[in-house]
């Protein structure tokens, strides 16, 4: 079973609005990533947070994590067409870093 | 951009033929992984190598098999290709990134592999 689930499974928006999507998962981790997939293309790494990181910005992303509730978030502010890809998060099984677990993605679209 | 090749990028098969797809890194990772990516189940890990002939097994291992004889290069082998492998296949490494602290992976650009 996969470690990550991102909720909501897509998502669409217009322009200029906030893209919030969620990660939940199962075991204790050392990290969260996120990444972006645009269609056709291969996954491009945009933001880790550690697990004694609550919060974590980069440009217009917000990243947070709650370990309590193994749950983390990403906000991605003033939303641009460009935007628009899969949106995955990934963690290790806290054992090691060596596998990286992914969930099923979000898919964002952002309307101009 | 981590220097990291895929070949080929389209390969369509028959059933019960083998197929090998070549991951190749310019930069000396040690760490390397193949994932397949299907609709509605994201990315899957098949196998990853932690070095030169050292391998392990994903959680969607059966009916692949890997190798790495040299540093650059790791082979992801269907010996007899299936209709359920029908999917696209995405090489990655492991390396530290801008967080400093802990490994980022980076992606090739994928194979889109069918087989009829």
């Known amino acids: 079973s996969q470690q990550g689930e991102e909720d909501p499974q897509a998502l669409s928006i217009q322009e200029g609005e906030n893209a919030t999507m969620n990660c939940s998962y199962k075991t204790s981790i050392n990290n969260l990533q996120w990444y972006r997939q645009n269609s056709g293309r291969g996954l491009v790494h945009l933001i880790l947070i550690r697990s004694n990181e609550r919060e974590k910005h980069s440009g217009r992303l917000r990243v947070t994590l709650d370990t309590s509730k193994k749950s983390s978030s990403l906000l991605i502010t003033a939303s641009r067409a460009a935007d628009t890809a899969s949106y995955f998060c990934a963690t290790d099984a806290g054992t090691s870093y060596d596998k990286v677990i992914f969930g099923p993605g979000t898919s964002l679209s952002v309307i101009p | 951009d981590a220097g990291i090749t895929q070949s080929p990028r389209h390969k369509v098969t028959e059933t019960g033929t083998p197929v090998t797809l070549r991951c190749h890194q310019t930069e000396n990772h040690r760490y390397m992984y193949w994932y397949r990516q299907d609709p509605g189940h994201g990315l899957r890990l098949i196998h990853y190598s932690y070095g030169v002939k050292d391998t392990d097994k994903g959680e969607v291992s059966d009916g692949y098999s890997v190798s790495r004889s040299k540093t650059e290069d790791f082979l992801l082998t269907l010996e007899s290709a299936t209709s359920s492998q029908t999917s696209v296949y995405f090489c990655?490494?492991?390396?530290?990134?801008?967080?400093?602290?802990?490994?980022?992976?980076?992606f090739g650009p994928g194979t889109r592999l069918t087989v009829l």
């Open positions: 990655a490494i492991s390396r530290y990134g801008t967080s400093g602290s802990d490994p980022e992976q980076f």
